[in-house]
């Protein structure tokens, strides 16, 4: 099957401009997930989807970072204005039932705010 | 709030030695965990997906333990090699959230 899907792998912006990433997850996978990794640390969960609906977003800055994820596939991931300290991998992952069955990552896009 | 720790952060071996990661969490009522192997750079791949109700799951060289009572999970590698320098995560699925750990960076010197 094919893996999760993410774009674009790299992005540089100077701070306070706007960036959105798309990601695409496995076919069938109800539950999406949108992760934040800064180096040297592990994923934290921004927002996770059922569907089209959200579950969870109580980690996600919500005056800056917005996410949607249109007819319950793929997903967008927005950050408008940007800040030097949002320069990290957004990781996006999909399973097909809330992780019980694991979780599959994309490729993740590694974003600097300069 | 579910708390999973990784120690060492880091590790280096010479080739062939066997190894043991080590994740602890602190709310043993989880529905699984997980290990995942990042590669600098680059997603994370998952090694093994350990359920609640199991003590620990195989694959190739990998092997993984759970021990809920305790809090903890190990990740042990034979034979180690220099392509299984990588940094190794875990996490822990509860209440429906994900947490993960900061990772080990584990380096195999030829």
């Known amino acids: 099957e094919a893996g999760v899907a993410q774009s674009p792998r790299y992005k540089i912006i100077e701070k306070r401009q706007s960036v959105a990433f798309w990601c695409n997850p496995i076919?069938?996978?109800?539950?999406l997930y949108w992760y934040q990794q800064i180096l040297g640390q592990g994923p934290k969960l921004l927002i996770q989807?059922?569907?089209?609906?959200?579950?969870?977003d109580s980690q996600l800055p919500k005056d800056r970072f917005s996410a949607e994820r249109l007819k319950g596939v793929d997903s967008t991931l927005k950050i408008q204005p940007a800040k030097l300290e949002d320069s990290a991998v957004y990781l996006c992952?999909?399973?097909?039932?809330?992780?019980?069955?694991?979780?599959?990552f994309g490729s993740g896009t590694r974003l600097t705010v300069v | 709030k579910q708390e999973v720790t990784q120690i060492p952060a880091a590790l280096s071996v010479p080739e062939g030695e066997n190894l043991v990661l080590n994740c602890s969490f602190t709310?043993?009522?989880?529905?699984?965990l997980q290990w995942f192997r990042q590669d600098p750079g680059k997603g994370l791949t998952s090694l093994l997906l350990?359920?609640?109700?199991?003590r620990e799951q195989t694959s190739g060289r990998l092997n993984a333990s759970l021990d809920k009572s305790s809090g903890r999970s190990t990740l042990y590698i034979a034979a180690s090699q220099p392509g299984d320098s990588a940094t190794y995560l875990c996490?822990?699925?509860?209440?429906?959230?994900?947490?993960f750990g900061d990772g080990t960076t584990l380096t195999v010197k030829p």
């Open positions: 996490a822990v699925l509860a209440a429906g959230k994900s947490t």
């Open positions: 709310d043993s009522a989880i529905y699984n």
């Open positions: 350990i359920q609640s109700s199991q």
């Open positions: 989807f059922q569907n089209n609906g959200v579950v969870d």
């Open positions: 992952a999909s399973s097909l039932v809330v992780g019980a069955d694991g979780y599959t």
């Open positions: 076919s069938g996978h109800a539950t």
